[in-house]
Nanobody, 123 residues
Framework: QVQPVESGGGSVQAGGSLRLSCALSGYTANSYCRGWYRQAPGKEREGIANLENDGRTTYADSVKGRFTISQDNVKNTLYLQMNSLKPDDTAMYYC?????????????????WGQGTQVIVSS
């Protein structure tokens, strides 16, 4: 089954930066949005950043002003630049493409979830 491949996670201290990458595949030609999600231990997965076909971006309040979503169309790769990281950003991060944006989440996803990439932020 088609699924994206996330990479770029790691362990950093609070205030540090990371850039996540997501190799998209399969249904991107029919997708309306591409999004990043995260799931912290004991919590539900949440959408945190979206990029729509017209270039509009939306972010969850918890990451607004610190995270930036972008895409390289030639490489078909989605990025998430994360600055000023906080311990609360510790989570498994995932990406996906979808059909509609609901709040800060790209929904009606195509394909399966990828393996994710782990981000750990220490204080």
């Amino acid at each position: 089954q088609v699924q994206p491949v996330e990479s770029g996670g790691g362990s950093v201290q609070a205030g540090g930066s990371l850039r996540l990458s997501c190799a998209l595949s399969g249904y991107t030609a029919n997708s309306y949005c591409r999004g990043w999600y995260r799931q912290a231990p004991g919590k539900e997965r949440e959408g945190i950043a979206n990029l729509e076909n017209d270039g509009r971006t939306t972010y969850a309040d918890s990451v607004k002003g610190r995270f930036t979503i972008s895409q390289d169309n030639v490489k078909n790769t989605l990025y998430l630049q994360m600055n000023s990281l906080k311990p609360d950003d510790t989570a498994m991060y995932y990406c996906a493409t979808g059909r509609v944006v609901v709040g800060s989440s790209c929904e009606m996803r195509f394909g399966a979830w990828g393996q994710g990439t782990q981000v750990i932020v220490s204080s």
